[in-house]
Antibody, heavy 122, light 110 residues
Framework: QVQLVESGGGVVQPGRSLRLSCAVSGLTFSNYGIHWVRQAPGKGLEWVAAISYDGSNKPYADSVKGRFTISRDNSKNTLYLQMNSLRPEDTAVYYC???????????????WGQGTTVTVSS | QSALTQPASVSGSPGQSITISCTGTSSDVGGFDYVSWYQQHPGKAPKLMIYEVTNRPSGVPDRFSASKSGNTASLTISGLQAEDEADYYCSSYRSSTTLVFGGGTKLTVL
């Protein structure tokens, strides 16, 4: 079945960097847009970024634009989120999630990973 | 990017129906048919319940239905069951190619 597995979370000091990965299996990875969504402790969901199936479109939330970079390696079935200049307010569980409609990343996310926790603290 | 507006909480008894609203603007909910709804139980990843305003993914019970009128989308759960107790989030495509979530609604089954 389709699986998404995040990794790379941890505790990091403000201003430092971290790279998250999302390994995808069970589908033709290169056909689907993928998202990063985060959830701060006790808070709601916040969309972070997405990447289209071919990597040509990479929209970001204003809160991370210029600091975070989403990318994908279709040969490795893996999605990445490079997070630079981290702030305490970036502390959250980060989920990767697959788009339900091939080639349209904004229609809904039908398969989610289990999440990886990022804590930004000195 | 302001979130879509949802009620903080709703409640209902088993067997009853409840509706959760999700209000946006003409730049998101009202302007595109790309509204989704997610269910999240504590400590779990979200689960897609509705996509493209009214479509149910396979495996989602038909007790879950949704609609949209103007800038407000709605999720209705009929025949409430205990396992429906969870947080529910709406999301919408927003012009300038971004996505936005609602603040979430806690559903309590009395």
């Amino acid at each position: 079945q389709v699986q998404l597995v995040e990794s790379g979370g941890g505790v990091v000091q403000p201003g430092r960097s971290l790279r998250l990965s999302c390994a995808v299996s069970g589908l033709t990875f290169s056909n689907y847009g993928i998202h990063w969504v985060r959830q701060a402790p006790g808070k709601g969901l916040e969309w972070v970024a997405a990447i289209s199936y071919d990597g040509s479109n990479k929209p970001y939330a204003d809160s991370v634009k210029g600091r975070f970079t989403i990318s994908r390696d279709n040969s490795k079935n893996t999605l990445y989120l490079q997070m630079n200049s981290l702030r305490p307010e970036d502390t959250a569980v980060y989920y990767c999630a697959k788009s339900i409609v091939p080639t349209h990343y904004y229609c809904g996310m039908d398969v989610w990973g289990q999440g990886t926790t990022v804590t930004v603290s000195s | 990017q302001s979130a879509l507006t949802q009620p903080a909480s709703v409640s209902g008894s088993p067997g009853q129906s409840i509706t959760i609203s999700c209000t946006g603007t003409s730049s998101d909910v009202g302007g595109f048919d790309y509204v989704s709804w997610y269910q999240q139980h504590p400590g779990k990843a979200p689960k897609l319940m509705i996509y493209e305003v009214t479509n149910r993914p396979s495996g989602v019970p038909d007790r879950f239905s949704a609609s949209k009128s103007g800038n407000t989308a709605s999720l209705t759960i009929s025949g409430l069951q205990a396992e429906d107790e969870a947080d529910y989030y709406c999301s919408s495509y927003r012009s300038s190619t971004t996505l936005v979530f609602g603040g979430g609604t806690k559903l309590t089954v009395l």
